[in-house]
């Protein structure tokens, strides 16, 4: 049986099954002579063949674009200056993490070139990257829509993260236009072996109720979507997180779990947010980006910074956001 997949799939020992895959197999079959074709059988082998385990994840999000260039340009100051910013968001997030486990970071390719050189020193678990074109609804992916061509280029590690604005009482065509284009890049990301982040903002084109999130998940799963993670905004009630949470259990078991995202709110209330995550297991940590750099970037871009206070200032801010999630865990 495990030679009979390896030859299904055109490859040699890679592709040879785990044992959970063997074992779905064996007790389901597959409606695909071509094992290759079967979604379900190449999402078990995808996901038992992680390169490492992730059960905790404190993110320092520093791949905005849009917001930045709007400091900069209001400031007088050139874009280039914003790559140097990067960077000592990369050592302030080094700072803090000290290279343990559970620590990592969004950078973009954009403004963040050099950053992700810095970062790939300092021992992170997890880095992750932009896909999409800041601000676009319906979605659209940046530098160019043959995303597969850019993804071919990226370390094996990197994580993509694909920022969509979707609402599921959106209008038919817009969500058949983004639905179309999440599907194309879960299929790029299979294919060329990365690991995707789906980040789902619903709150600003509609209500937010205790079940939009969930709906608005079921159908990407509904279409066979099925990330590596996905990024939400905070809920309003533990019932819309245990929606969420019977979701993707019902639907991916090998989901690595939701981070998180801050949309800017000041650090109490992402306190707040992060106590009513406990009764969802699936919160593994969060990405937060402005409320940790946005006062270091307009000072240090202004030039009543130095580097050293920026990095300062971006430390404690994103230190003090990890104790307030590892208490919500008893850690």
């Given at each position: 049986?495990?030679?009979?997949?390896?030859?299904?799939?055109?490859?040699?020992?890679?592709?040879?099954?785990?044992?959970?895959?063997?074992?779905?197999?064996?007790?389901?079959?597959?409606?695909?002579?071509?094992?290759?074709?079967?979604?379900?059988?190449?999402?078990?082998?995808?996901?038992?063949?992680?390169?490492?385990?992730?059960?905790?994840?404190?993110?320092?999000?520093?791949?905005?674009?849009?917001?930045?260039?709007?400091?900069?340009?209001?400031?007088?100051?050139?874009?280039?200056?914003?790559?140097?910013?990067?960077?000592?968001?990369?050592?302030?997030?080094?700072?803090?993490?000290?290279?343990?486990?559970?620590?990592?970071?969004?950078?973009?390719?954009?403004?963040?070139?050099?950053a992700f050189f810095d970062a790939a020193k300092k021992g992170?678990?997890?880095?992750?990257?932009?896909?999409?074109?800041?601000?676009?609804?319906?979605?659209?992916?940046?530098?160019?829509?043959?995303?597969?061509?850019?993804?071919?280029?990226w370390p094996v590690d990197h994580c993509i993260k694909c920022?969509?604005?979707?609402?599921?009482?959106?209008?038919?065509?817009?969500?058949?236009?983004?639905?179309?284009?999440?599907?194309?890049?879960?299929?790029?990301?299979?294919?060329?072996?990365?690991?995707?982040?789906?980040?789902?903002?619903?709150?600003?084109?509609?209500?937010?109720?205790?079940?939009?999130?969930?709906?608005?998940?079921?159908?990407?799963?509904?279409?066979?979507?099925?990330?590596?993670?996905?990024?939400?905004?905070?809920?309003?009630?533990?019932?819309?997180?245990?929606?969420?949470?019977?979701?993707?259990?019902?639907?991916?078991?090998?989901?690595?779990?939701?981070?998180?995202?801050?949309?800017?709110?000041?650090?109490?209330?992402?306190?707040?947010?992060?106590?009513?995550?406990?009764?969802?297991?699936?919160?593994?940590?969060?990405?937060?980006?402005?409320?940790?750099?946005?006062?270091?970037?307009?000072?240090?871009?202004?030039?009543?910074?130095?580097?050293?206070?920026?990095?300062?200032?971006?430390?404690?801010?994103?230190?003090?956001?990890?104790?307030?999630?590892?208490?919500?865990?008893?850690?």
């Amino acid at each position: 049986a495990c030679g009979a997949f390896a030859v299904s799939r055109l490859l040699c020992a890679p592709e040879y099954p785990t044992w959970e895959e063997l074992r779905y197999f064996l007790q389901h079959g597959s409606r695909h002579r071509a094992l290759r074709k079967d979604e379900e059988l190449n999402h078990i082998h995808w996901a038992t063949n992680r390169r490492r385990e992730i059960p905790l994840l404190m993110a320092l999000a520093i791949d905005h674009r849009s917001q930045l260039t709007d400091i900069a340009d209001e400031l007088g100051v050139p874009h280039a200056r914003i790559n140097a910013f990067k960077r000592l968001a990369v050592a302030a997030a080094a700072r803090v993490g000290q290279g343990r486990d559970g620590y990592g970071m969004l950078i973009d390719e954009r403004f963040g070139r050099e950053a992700f050189f810095d970062a790939a020193k300092k021992g992170f678990s997890w880095i992750g990257r932009p896909v999409e074109l800041p601000g676009s609804r319906p979605l659209r992916f940046e530098f160019s829509q043959d995303i597969g061509s850019q993804l071919v280029e990226w370390p094996v590690d990197h994580c993509i993260k694909c920022l969509c604005f979707y609402h599921p009482d959106d209008p038919d065509h817009l969500k058949k236009e983004q639905q179309q284009k999440l599907r194309t890049l879960f299929e790029a990301a299979r294919r060329v072996g990365r690991e995707l982040l789906v980040e789902i903002i619903a709150g600003k084109h509609g209500r937010l109720d205790d079940d939009t999130i969930a709906r608005a998940l079921q159908e990407l799963y509904d279409l066979g979507i099925k990330p590596d993670w996905w990024k939400l905004e905070p809920q309003h009630s533990a019932l819309a997180w245990k929606n969420i949470e019977a979701t993707i259990a019902a639907n991916d078991d090998y989901c690595r779990g939701i981070v998180l995202l801050g949309l800017e709110a000041p650090a109490a209330e992402l306190e707040k947010a992060f106590a009513a995550t406990t009764v969802a297991p699936s919160v593994k940590g969060f990405a937060v980006g402005r409320t940790i750099f946005a006062h270091a970037a307009q000072q240090w871009l202004s030039g009543q910074m130095t580097d050293e206070a920026a990095i300062a200032d971006m430390a404690g801010r994103f230190e003090e956001l990890t104790r307030a999630w590892l208490r919500t865990r008893g850690l």
